[in-house]
């Protein structure tokens, strides 16, 4: 069984960074992809970004690439989603998911996920 929690989330306005952090219990962190999905109000889950479990890959959905990176820590069991130039639209609460020995691509089936955290950004 894995857990994942999350944290980080804040107010931030417009143009700032913030870095999103979630950290996972058990000791096969290393066998999971991990992924950053968001869900705005009203809106359906949406994927953020993703890292494949041997760490080869990350994948990105349109709207952050290049303004948001995935990264791990192994030794912290922690997954981070830094987040540049923020925007009004990127105000959602972010969840971690993990799927054992995944792709992170947003089509794949995550088996746990977190509680999330609500990041804000103000104009």
């Known amino acids: 069984q894995v857990q994942l929690l999350e944290s980080g989330g804040r107010l931030v306005q417009a143009g700032g960074s913030l870095r999103l952090s979630c950290v996972a219990s058990?000791?096969?962190?290393?066998?999971?992809?991990h992924a950053w999905f968001r869900q705005a109000p009203e809106k359906e889950r949406e994927f953020v970004a993703g890292c494949s479990w041997r760490g080869d890959t990350s994948n990105y959905s349109d709207s952050v690439k290049g303004r948001f990176t995935i990264s791990r820590d192994h030794a912290k069991n922690t997954v981070f989603l830094q987040m540049n130039s923020l925007k009004v639209e990127d105000t959602a609460v972010y969840y971690c998911?993990?799927?054992?020995?995944?792709?992170?691509?947003?089509?794949?089936?995550?088996?746990?996920w977190g509680q999330g955290t609500q990041v804000t950004v103000s104009s």
């Open positions: 998911a993990a799927d054992f020995q995944g792709s992170g691509s947003p089509g794949n089936e995550y088996d746990y």
């Open positions: 058990g000791p096969t962190f290393s066998r999971y992809a």
